[in-house]
């Protein structure tokens, strides 16, 4: 059974600061996800790396996959308070599903 | 921007009634999902459809729920009785043929009381 662990659950930080959230998970994938949540809100889709050493980046967000560690991370650099989130990994199993972190919920304090 | 639709947005309803959730996705996407989120955690599939098959309900608990999507198009997810432990977020999302990458609608909010 895929698991997918997520920390920090919970992520408090100053502005201006950088901070790394850290997805990992238990079985052989390729296929990585991050998502955003505001709250009661539905999921956004922020990045979708599909093999070993991808990168990608938008804005102040930057997320990795190592597909041979089981690891992905999200990057915030210099945050702002327009970050403050739940942000989910969600990692690809058979028949085209996903698996889902618990969620890391960020606060940004000015 | 093509988009998956839902309804209601919120539904409060009182233990033992019966409550149905509709899901639109977007246009030619052959899978469609269902989830349920309970506050703070992550989502949990329910179902999972391709066209009008079920692929994998295994942890639709089917003593009260049922879902269905019979022209292969918009999915209807009912609960009868609901009870209180199934408060939650429910969400639907749909991706094209061959792709992992999920869409999901706004969700439903539902308070069982």
């Known amino acids: 059974e895929l698991k997918v662990e997520q920390n920090p659950l919970f992520l408090s930080m100053q502005e201006g600061k950088n901070y790394t959230i850290y997805c990992n998970y238990s079985?052989?994938?390729?296929?990585l996800y991050w998502y955003r949540q505001d709250p009661g809100k539905s999921l956004e889709s922020l990045f979708v790396?599909?093999?070993?050493?991808a990168v990608k980046q938008e804005g102040r967000l930057m997320a990795s996959l190592d597909t041979k560690a089981r690891l992905s991370t999200l990057h915030i650099t210099a945050a702002v308070h327009d970050l403050s989130a739940t942000y989910f990994c969600?990692?690809?199993?058979?028949?085209?599903?996903?698996?889902f972190g618990k969620g890391t919920k960020l606060s940004v304090i000015p | 921007e093509a988009e998956v639709a839902q309804s209601p947005r919120y539904k409060i309803t009182e233990k033992s009634q019966a409550v149905a959730f509709w899901c639109d996705p977007i246009?030619?996407?052959?899978?469609l999902y269902w989830y349920r989120q309970i506050l703070g955690q992550g989502p949990e599939l329910l179902v999972q459809?391709?066209?009008?098959?079920?692929?994998?309900d295994s942890q639709l608990p089917k003593d009260r729920f049922s879902a269905e999507r019979l022209k292969g198009v918009d999915s209807t997810l009912k609960i009868q009785p609901a009870e209180l432990g199934d408060s939650a977020m429910y969400l639907c999302?749909?991706?094209?043929?061959?792709?992992?990458?999920?869409?999901f609608g706004p969700g439903t909010r539902l308070t069982v009381l």
């Open positions: 079985t052989t994938s390729d296929r």
């Open positions: 459809f391709q066209d009008e098959s079920v692929v994998d």
């Open positions: 246009s030619g996407h052959a899978t």
């Open positions: 790396l599909l093999s070993n050493g």
């Open positions: 969600a990692v690809g199993a058979g028949s085209y599903q996903l698996t």
């Open positions: 999302a749909s991706s094209p043929v061959g792709n992992n990458e999920q869409f």
